[in-house]
């Protein structure tokens, strides 16, 4: 009796401490996702133990619940197993009465949630390349907490889980319990389906999702030819600010091709920001090698109303060299390729670069990829949905 005392209060008190570390991972969470204005959490220390960075990936949920909420629960659960024997015989817990080997569920759900655990920190080690140390903690935590409820001298493990299901069988030969197992799991199907449809609590998954067509395409499918992207006469204007060495850039023209494409009223309007020495004054150090070169052919294949034709090419392509650009262009119908390099490296050309970059810098733009519309300025790529959004708001319309 008093060994059940003292394992009782042992589980409980590490219990305690899962559920006050999940309460707190569970804030990290919320300040990384939806806080714009967070500091970085205490446990965000390196590239290598970063909490924050851990909970604005992907993997930190699970059927679009945070991780941190499913530890709640565990946690929780556990805190009523413990308190079982106690209010089984109150008239509304009278359910609680099935549950007649506690700490047989507590060690199996601890070994479920440590085994899981494990898969999640090969996850963080090996693709995330980050660790959060408080997950490490509750890792540890649960399975303490199954070591302290398991009995050892009377099968242990296997006991443990054969005793759990032997227990869920026996509860649901009661036809009242039956339907109470089924009605609780259809509510819960249901609020895991609107969780991963809607991606309520996880905008992080719901952002990948926008991006992903565009991060994993290997060519421009709604690619136009000209000078003009979208409408002559629109009502909106959208001006992207680009470096065609910018990685993010290249999934950035897709998305504008497409949006052009999708709503009426909208026109898209090119607007160079190399991040390169060789024609940006505003930097310190090299960074994108060869973007000034083809910033240049862009703008004199602009004087040849071929633009939009060499925009997509430069950022598939990424062309290294003069001669590489001429080779990629040189298919283009109705591009005179002479005509093209004497632009691309006259003054005039130059000049212009010089004057876009200027123009760039004096609005605050100094990285890539950048939009406006009108005096609203954003610096970065917003997903798929909220760049529609934007231009809908600002007076474009649905086709």
Not at 30 to 44: E, G, I, M, Q, V
Request: aromatic fraction near 12%.
């Amino acid at each position: 009796m008093e060994s059940t005392r003292v394992k009782k209060i042992s589980i409980f008190i590490l219990t305690l401490i899962g559920f006050i570390t999940t309460i707190k991972l569970a804030m990290i969470y919320y300040d990384a996702n939806f806080n714009p204005y967070a500091l970085p959490s205490f446990c965000s220390v390196s590239d290598l133990i970063d909490c924050d960075g851990v909970a604005k990936t992907t993997e930190s949920q699970f059927f679009g619940i945070p991780l941190a909420y499913w530890g709640m629960f565990l946690y929780s659960f556990i805190f009523l197993m413990l308190i079982a024997d106690k209010i089984k015989n109150i008239k509304i817990f009278k359910f609680m009465e099935v549950f007649k080997n506690p700490f047989e569920y507590i060690a199996s759900l601890g070994i479920i949630s440590f085994a899981i655990s494990m898969i999640l920190l090969c996850v963080s080690l090996f693709q995330i390349n980050k660790i959060c140390i408080l997950c490490a903690f509750t890792y540890a935590l649960n399975l303490l907490i199954a070591l302290v409820a398991l009995d050892y001298k009377n099968g242990g493990v296997i006991k443990a889980f054969k005793q759990s299901i032997l227990d869920f069988l026996d509860a649901i030969k009661n036809r009242a319990y039956l339907i109470a197992f089924v009605i609780v799991m259809l509510i819960a199907a249901s609020g895991l389906t609107y969780t991963t449809i809607t991606m309520k609590f996880a905008p992080q998954v719901k952002s990948a999702r926008d991006f992903k067509e565009f991060v994993e395409a290997k060519t421009n499918k709604y690619a136009v030819s000209g000078n003009i992207l979208g409408d002559k006469n629109a009502k909106v204007t959208l001006i992207t600010y680009t470096d065609y060495r910018c990685p993010i850039c290249f999934a950035y023209n897709i998305m504008v091709h497409k949006v052009a494409q999708e709503l009426k009223g909208v026109q898209v309007i090119h607007k160079n920001l190399p991040l390169d020495m060789e024609c940006n004054k505003y930097l310190k150090q090299p960074f994108h090698n060869g973007s000034c070169r083809m910033a240049r052919y862009s703008i004199a294949a602009e004087k040849q109303g071929k633009l939009w034709d060499v925009n997509s090419l430069f950022f598939e392509k990424q062309p290294d060299t003069e001669e590489e650009i001429i080779e990629i262009v040189k298919n283009i119908q109705g591009l005179d390729i002479n005509q093209l390099k004497n632009d691309a490296n006259s003054k005039e050309v130059q000049d212009e670069l010089l004057k876009e970059i200027d123009e760039s810098y004096s609005k605050g733009i100094n990285a890539t990829p950048s939009s406006q519309i009108g005096q609203d300025v954003f610096i970065g790529i917003k997903p798929y949905s909220e760049l529609k959004k934007w231009l809908l708001d600002a007076g474009a319309e649905r086709k």
